[in-house]
């Protein structure tokens, strides 16, 4: 069964500092990895979806890497705002329609 | 606009009570999710469509059931909720082909008293 860790589960960072997000699956076969942001009491806005096949997705001030081999993505995010401050999720399509979730980072970017 | 749309926004309900969740796309997506999420921890599937194919997940309490009507349109039905099932309750869609990519409604927070 895939599983999916995100560390650290909570970071704080003052503003205008670069943010890494850490995502870790243990299984390598999968098709597609995605990135979505989620608000307090609020549903997922997706980010950035990498394939399989990709090493990196850039979007605007956000960028995220894929290293299959080792089970691993990162989400970079340049330059952070106030309006960062959120929980960011990873998620990994294995060979099904399932997603397996992280539990997510939550992200404070301080003023 | 595309999109993914989750009525009511809240819900109250009472303890045993039975209540129906609604989620609507208009992006034409042949796969609907359900997930539940509760605080500080990542949604959890409970079940999807294939088209009209139903697939339950293996640990999804039989107090959970759901309808597609047809394409847009999908219900979460919970026959007689307890305590343990106040979550925020997410619906997602997407193509079901390679790309994978879903998207998400706005949720629905359940509340149980």
């Known amino acids: 069964k895939q599983e999916v860790t995100q560390i650290p589960a909570a970071l704080s960072v003052p503003e205008g500092e670069n943010l890494v997000l850490n995502c870790s699956f243990t299984d390598s076969a999968i098709y597609n990895l995605q990135w979505f942001r989620q608000d307090p009491g609020k549903g997922l806005t997706s980010l950035l979806l990498i394939q399989s096949s990709q090493r990196e997705q850039t979007s605007g001030r956000l960028n995220a890497s894929l290293d299959k081999s080792s089970g691993r993505s990162t989400l970079y995010i340049a330059a952070s705002q106030p309006g960062d401050s959120a929980t960011y999720l990873c998620?990994?399509?294995?060979?099904?329609?399932?997603?397996?979730f992280g539990a997510g980072t939550t992200v404070t970017v301080r003023a | 606009d595309a999109m993914v749309i989750q009525n009511p926004r809240y819900q109250v309900t009472q303890f045993g009570k039975p209540v129906t969740l609604s989620c609507s796309q208009t992006l034409n997506h042949n796969v609907m999710y359900w997930y539940q999420q509760k605080s500080s921890q990542a949604p959890k599937l409970l079940f999807h469509?294939?088209?009209?194919?139903?697939?339950n997940e293996a640990d999804t309490p039989d107090n959970f059931q759901s309808r597609r009507p047809n394409t847009s349109f999908c219900f979460l039905d919970i026959r007689s909720p307890g305590l343990g099932d106040a979550a925020m309750y997410l619906c997602?869609?997407?193509?079901?082909?390679?790309?994978?990519?879903?998207?998400f409604g706005p949720g629905t927070r359940l509340t149980v008293t």
């Open positions: 997602a869609t997407s193509r079901g082909d390679i790309s994978y990519e879903q998207y």
């Open positions: 998620a990994v399509f294995p060979n099904d329609y399932k997603l397996s």
């Open positions: 469509y294939y088209d009209k194919d139903f697939n």
